[in-house]
């Protein structure tokens, strides 16, 4: 299958031809992409804030849509799991909905006691001109708490818009809070979403080092400490697709200075902790011996354990689409450790210059590619007889109905897959959906065997 001309511009294979690869544009329409829009990308990442109110403006669909929409745990309050809509019909829509928003507000923060709320404006709402801002400042005045509106309308362009929607609204929260009892060596951790549980372990290596957190955004977060993350040292930003935007604002307004880390995969774990460390080398060097020892001894329990995963594994073919490149690295990386060979890497919100990285560090004849589709996907995995892949909720039945393993990296999953631990976990998991024999009684799979002439698509 040829992919669609429109789409051509989208799609680089390493080593064969020069990079040019263009991305962050509109999906084509009639493509059906996998990426969500401006609304949704708003709501995965305030979604995990546990102690605010989260309510939907619009079409009871948008909220059903992204309820529950992060595995986000929460060591307290569990607010966020329940999903507000203001539910807007068509006389609504004719004579205008604030009123019905200024109520439903009133109603669910006298009934819930939120720390903060958050109002997210769908697409409904930009077309028949609800001043959500006008209504979110009354509702403030009224009840003593932050009310934001959150400017998500889905139209107004693709994820990363929404990305940019919810850091502007945790904008306004932050510098509010008291930070005179915060630590010199101190941090905010930024795009980790406490899937499983993971921000917990990343806490704990940092505290292990002696650096305080003050704020996680927004794994397991709280209103009071997003308040107060402007005292922090430094900012630690995990998905740089997701709150990079909030960090340049910190840096520019409050001069804190921001790297980008990953949690996942030996290499970059340890190497997260190293450059946190040496951002305090020259007041406090024993934060640097402490992540040392850390790596030592957690590397000393993993490697030989790893070790039988590699042996079973090794020249197996993965593909990876993941939200952002940044973790696409991390999984390229993952997968070497376990001698597999990836052969295609793509996401919905990568730059260019990350798609350039990923073209230099993977292996001649790797698909590349920007905002695809389930057609081109399909094609992808047959033409590279794929073993596994790794994507999210929406690529799960392409790979099962291809007769191909799956190994969800996005939030819907329940299994922790950073940090060291979370290596072994995801080697045991990559493990047993590769080595299942149920792939062998699959039509697709025996197609993809005996008819290797059929494998030539796509060129």
Known sequence: ???????????????????????????????VSQRACVFCGSRVVLYPIADALHLVHGPIGCAVYTWDIRGALSSGPELHRLSFSTDLQELDVVFGGEKKLSAALLELIERHNPAAAFVYSTCIVGIIGDDVEAVCRGVGKTTGIPVIPVQSEGFKGN???????????????????DTRSISPHSINILGDFNLAGEIWMIREYFERMGVE???????????ADIKRAHGAALNVVQCSGSTMDLARMME????????RVSYFGVEDMAQALYDVAEHFIKDAPEILERAREIVKE????????LAFYRGELSGKKAAIYVGGTFKAFSLVKAFRLLEMEVVMVGSQTGTEEE???????????????????????????????????????????????????????NHERKEALAGFSGMLNFAREVHSSVMSPVWRFTPQRERLETVPELLEVNR
Do not use: W
């Open 355 to 409: 798609y350039r990285e990923l073209a230099e560090i993977t292996d001649p004849g790797t698909i590349i590619v920007d905002d695809t589709n389930p057609l081109e996907l399909t094609s992808f995995l047959e033409e590279k007889r794929v073993d596994i892949f790794v994507g999210g909720v929406k690529e799960r039945p392409i790979a099962y109905k291809l007769g191909v393993g799956f190994c969800d990296h």
């Open 298 to 305: 957690e590397l000393e329990q993993l490697l030989p354990r």
């Open 252 to 259: 520019s307004e409050y001069g804190i200075p921001s790297i």
């Open 159 to 177: 994820k990363r818009a929404g990305y940019t929607a919810a850091c502007n609204a945790m904008a306004r929260l932050i510098g509010t809070g």
């Open 213 to 223: 957190v003050v704020a996680n955004i927004t794994g397991d977060g709280r209103v």
């Open 1 to 31: 299958m040829e992919p669609l001309k429109e789409r051509k511009e989208q799609i680089h294979r390493s080593g064969e031809e020069p990079f040019t690869l263009v991305c962050n544009k509109d999906s084509l329409a009639g493509a």
